[in-house]
């Protein structure tokens, strides 16, 4: 059962419009959300994080939206650049004594054009 | 992320071969991880550690076993390896604080014929 899903494999965006990311998730324990981006041959790399007891957090361009009682977080990227076309991840996280464990979504491709 | 390096970044071999992934990191975390990724997956979590004396198993932990030389050194084997364990590999590392980002490698790519 996927408890993190990411239903867009893949979203095109014009450069200079926002970008929104969507993730659902459906174990109501997730306390931590995080978004990571992931070209070609690369690792993932952290790009932001919220907080259960937050329903936003923003980092320059991007915006991470939670709304827990629909249990769904979104990223918004404002304005879209080029070098943003890349794999992004959700991930949630449970307390669950001293773990930490991630579980992934499948990710959405992004693709920024001209 | 070249904190966290791993070795081979590629690698072929055969049925039944016993492979070795290594992931080293001069990042200074106590916690390291090793995912797996398939195509159109997300990463599954093969097996963590805390630090040195502590290993646990992931989702995903057939199949595999770990070793965690040092607090900077995390390595995968597959004693056995199968076709249907070919994949992407990740390691990655945290810090001891909780809810603090993981930081990846840039990953394995391991094809078993």
């Known amino acids: 059962d996927q408890q993190v899903k990411q239903n867009s494999p893949s979203l095109s965006v014009q450069e200079g419009r926002i970008s929104i990311l969507n993730c659902d998730y459906t174990?109501?324990?997730?306390?931590?959300f995080l978004w990571y981006k992931k070209y070609p041959a690369e690792g993932p790399t952290f790009l932001i994080s919220?907080?259960?007891?937050?329903d936003k957090n923003e980092d320059g361009r991007f915006t991470v939206f939670l709304n827990k009682s629909a249990k769904h977080l979104s990223l918004h990227i404002v304005p879209s650049q080029p070098g943003d076309s890349a794999v992004y991840f959700c991930?949630?996280?449970?307390?669950?004594?001293?773990?930490?464990?991630?579980?992934f979504g499948t990710g959405t491709r992004l693709q920024v054009f001209p | 992320d070249a904190d966290v390096t791993q070795t081979p970044r590629n690698r072929i071999t055969k049925t039944g071969k016993r492979i070795m992934l290594e992931c080293s990191q001069t990042?200074?975390?106590?916690?390291m991880y090793w995912y797996r990724q398939d195509p159109g997956l997300g990463l599954q979590l093969i097996y963590y550690?805390?630090?040195?004396?502590?290993?646990n198993k992931g989702e995903i932990s057939d199949g595999y076993s770990v070793s965690r030389q040092a607090q900077a050194k995390f390595s995968l084997s597959l004693e056995s390896a199968i076709p249907n364990q070919t994949a992407l590999y990740f390691c990655?590392?945290?810090?001891?604080?909780?809810?603090?980002?993981?930081?990846f490698g840039d990953g394995t790519r391991l094809s078993i014929l």
């Open positions: 990655a590392t945290s810090d001891l604080n909780s809810n603090q980002p993981q930081h």
């Open positions: 174990n109501s324990m997730f306390d931590y």
């Open positions: 919220i907080s259960s007891i937050k």
């Open positions: 991930a949630a996280s449970a307390p669950e004594g001293n773990t930490d464990k991630l579980i």
């Open positions: 990042k200074g975390h106590d916690r």
């Open positions: 550690s805390f630090d040195v004396k502590d290993i």
